[in-house]
């Protein structure tokens, strides 16, 4: 399976897309992502792992905790390599012109 794949496969879970939006917010802990989701922290520790795997957070820990941030390199470059796709960036031009 290539990296696109696996990173699409990441991004397949809409609570790990929530998670996303949140952190590029603001870096967290585990156990803030998952108050902020509502969710038990084992599930947010799970999802948050996930996107660790994939290289789309970065982490770092700070005594016992893990702080969780978005990896913004790994980011631009998934996006940029769905730009190469015609599919995708037919789809994301559509997308733009109707947010206007």
Do not use: C, W
Not at 47 to 71: A, D, F, M, Q, T
Not at 74 to 84: I, P
């Amino acid at each position: 399976m290539n990296q696109l794949e696996k990173v699409s496969k990441a991004f397949a879970d809409k609570n790990r897309l929530k998670m996303i939006e949140i952190l590029i917010k603001e870096d967290m802990k585990v156990s803030e992502v998952a108050d902020k989701m509502d969710i038990e922290e084992n599930l947010a520790s799970h999802h948050l792992r996930v996107l660790s795997k994939n290289k789309i957070l970065k982490s770092s820990k700070k005594g016992r905790e893990v702080i969780y941030s978005i990896n913004k390199t790994k980011l631009l470059s998934v996006f940029k390599q769905l730009l190469k796709k015609p599919f995708f960036k037919d789809l994301i031009k559509e997308a733009l012109k109707s947010s206007k």
